[in-house]
T-cell receptor, first 113, second 114 residues
C-alpha cells in the first residue's frame, strides 16, 4: 500500500529564511507526487507536481521540490519565506492507473516577522 | 481560471438526518472525486466517479454514502443518516484524466453533525 509521511506537523521560520518542508513516500510502483497548499478557510491549491519528467520541479509562488528516488523523498523548498506563505501544506501521491490521491498529515507553516 | 464550486460552505445537521453536498466541477473535466478531512486529521479519499459510475471507493464510503451526477454540471454526495463522526470538511475535486494530472479542489463544505 502507498503512504506519505510529512516530517513535522508544524514548521516555523523567519521571514526571508529558507523554507524546507519534508515529505517521504512509500510506493511499490513509481508514483506521481504533488504538493498542495491550503490557506485558512480555503480549498486545496496545487503548488507543483512530479510526473516522471524532470526531478526538480518548480511550482507557483517560488516553491520547488526535488524528487529523489533513492531517498523516497519529495521535499518542498523556497529560498526566502514571505508572510503570505503561512498556510498548511500537504504532500500527496498517486500511482499510475489509480485514481485516488494519498495525502500526508500536513505541515502547518508559520512565518515569523 | 476555472474553479470547482461547492455549496453550501457550512452545513449543520441533526444526527440521523440526510444531507446532500453539492459540487460543480470544471466543465470539461471527466473525473470527479470526494475527499474528507476530519479536524486535525489527514485528507482522506472517499470516492471517484467516471463515466457516470463509481470507479473507485474507499472503505469509508459505505452504504450510508452515495454519489450522483444528476445533470451535466452538478456532482453530489449524499449521506443518508448522518452520524457525529461524519463531521468533517468535505472536498470535491475534478480532473481531466490526463496522465500525471493534479486535481482541482473546491473550497470545501464544513459539515457539522449535532
Amino acid at each position: 500500500a502507498q503512504s506519505v509521511t510529512q516530517l513535522g506537523s508544524h514548521v516555523s521560520v523567519s521571514e526571508g529564511a529558507l523554507v524546507l518542508l519534508r515529505c517521504n513516500y512509500s510506493s511499490s510502483v513509481p508514483p506521481y507526487l504533488f504538493w498542495y497548499v491550503q490557506y485558512p478557510n480555503q480549498g486545496l491549491q496545487l503548488l507543483l507536481k512530479y510526473t516522471s519528467a524532470a526531478t526538480l520541479v518548480k511550482g507557483i509562488n517560488g516553491f520547488e521540490a526535488e524528487f529523489k528516488k533513492s531517498e523516497t523523498s519529495f521535499h518542498l523548498t523556497k529560498p526566502s519565506a514571505h508572510m503570505s506563505d503561512a498556510a498548511e501544506y500537504f504532500c500527496a501521491l498517486r500511482i499510475q492507473g489509480a485514481q485516488k490521491l494519498v495525502f500526508g498529515q500536513g505541515t502547518r507553516l508559520t512565518i515569523n516577522p | 481560471e476555472p474553479e470547482v464550486t461547492q455549496t453550501p460552505s457550512h452545513q449543520v445537521t441533526q444526527m440521523g438526518q440526510e444531507v446532500i453536498l453539492r459540487c460543480v466541477p470544471i466543465s470539461n473535466h471527466l473525473y470527479f472525486y470526494w475527499y474528507r478531512q476530519i479536524l486535525g486529521q489527514k485528507v482522506e479519499f472517499l470516492v471517484s466517479f467516471y463515466n457516470n459510475e463509481i470507479s473507485e471507493k474507499s472503505e469509508i464510503f459505505d452504504d450510508q454514502f452515495s454519489v450522483e451526477r444528476p445533470d451535466g454540471s452538478n456532482f453530489t454526495l449524499k449521506i443518508r443518516s448522518t452520524k457525529l463522526e461524519d463531521s468533517a470538511m468535505y472536498f470535491c475535486a475534478s480532473s481531466d484524466g490526463q496522465g500525471g494530472y493534479g486535481y482541482t479542489f473546491g473550497s470545501g463544505t464544513r459539515l457539522t453533525v449535532v
